[in-house]
């Protein structure tokens, strides 16, 4: 059972890693990135790592994705026609 959580968890890190790449929107590209994080701490979850689990949440997420967000939002991105 765990192994089959662990493949459907990895097969949605593997997209939303590509999708990280793939948007055009920067502000996507980082919540993809967000997504990427939280699924990352729900990988070691289930290998029991909860430690370092929820440090991915609290620092990455938390601290870094926010931060990157901020930044984005306060730039102006809008495509030129």
């Known amino acids: 059972m765990e192994q089959n959580i662990y493949l459907i968890l ?3 890190l593997l997209l939303s890693t590509i999708q990280v ?16 994080f939280c699924l990352s701490a729900l990988i070691l979850l289930t290998f029991k790592v909860e430690f ?3 440090l991915f949440i ?3 997420v ?9 930044v ?4 102006d991105t809008k495509k030129k026609k």
Do not use: P
């Open 62 to 70: 938390g601290a870094v994705a926010v931060l990157f967000l901020f």
């Open 21 to 36: 790449f793939l948007c055009d929107n920067a502000v996507y590209s980082v919540l993809f990135l967000i997504l990427n």
């Open 52 to 54: 370092l689990g929820l």
């Open 58 to 60: 609290m620092v990455y």
């Open 72 to 75: 984005i939002m306060m730039i």
């Open 10 to 12: 990895a097969s949605f």
